[in-house]
């Protein structure tokens, strides 16, 4: 069973977060040939203070 996990802020509204669900399922089953039930996809969201890139937080 796939899964896949996306990372990003807070904020994404329900129809960004269906609509790249969708296209996620539909790119794993396109190049893994599965079906999509088989397909886990898990948005995990967080604050811009709890990512850091190049020794910074995000929130700076």
Do not use: W
Request: charged residues 25%.
């Amino acid at each position: 069973m796939p899964s896949v996990f996306i990372y990003t802020d807070a904020g994404k509204t329900i129809e960004q977060k269906r609509g790249l669900v969708k296209d996620m399922t539909d790119a794993v089953c396109n190049n893994f040939n599965v079906p999509p039930k088989a397909v886990s996809v898990h948005i995990i969201e967080g604050k811009k203070e709890n990512r850091a890139n190049a020794g910074k937080l995000a929130s700076d």
